[in-house]
C-alpha cells in the first residue's frame, strides 16, 4: 500500500486494503470500532506526553465532531474549548481511557 502514487482509484485502493488486511490476519474495523481505537491512542500520547495536551485535545475534539459528538469523546471537546488553567478535570477522564476501545456509539 506505501507504493501507491496518485491518481488513486477508491475501489482499487478499496479492494487492496481488504486483501493487505486479509494477508496479515488484521480484522477490519467498522466506524464505530476505528474512531474508538483511535481516540485510545490518541489518548494514549497524552499519558506519555502530557505537555501534548493541546494538540492531543484538538485531535479528539475533531474526532468527537466526525463521529456525531460521540458520547464517549464529549469530555474531550468540552475539555478543548475549556480554560487551560481549569483542567481539573483531565485526569480522571484519562483513569476512563479504556471506555474508549471500540464503543459502538462512536460510529455516525
Not at 482509484?9 to 494477508?23: A, C, G, I, K, P
Not at 502530557?50 to 468527537?64: I, R
Amino acid at each position: 500500500m506505501a507504493g501507491l502514487r496518485p491518481p488513486f482509484h477508491y475501489f482499487e485502493v478499496t479492494q487492496l486494503l481488504d486483501r493487505t488486511l486479509d494477508e496479515l490476519g488484521v480484522p477490519a474495523l467498522v466506524e464505530g470500532e476505528a474512531a474508538g481505537a483511535y481516540a485510545h491512542d490518541v489518548v494514549g500520547e497524552l499519558v506519555r506526553s502530557p505537555e501534548s495536551m493541546n494538540e492531543v485535545l484538538a485531535e479528539l475534539n475533531q474526532l468527537c465532531i466526525a463521529t456525531g459528538y460521540c458520547s464517549t469523546l464529549r469530555p474531550f471537546y468540552l475539555l478543548h474549548f475549556a480554560d487551560r488553567s481549569g483542567c481539573a478535570e483531565l485526569p480522571v477522564l484519562l483513569g476512563r481511557r479504556e471506555s474508549l476501545e471500540h464503543r459502538p456509539d462512536c460510529a455516525r
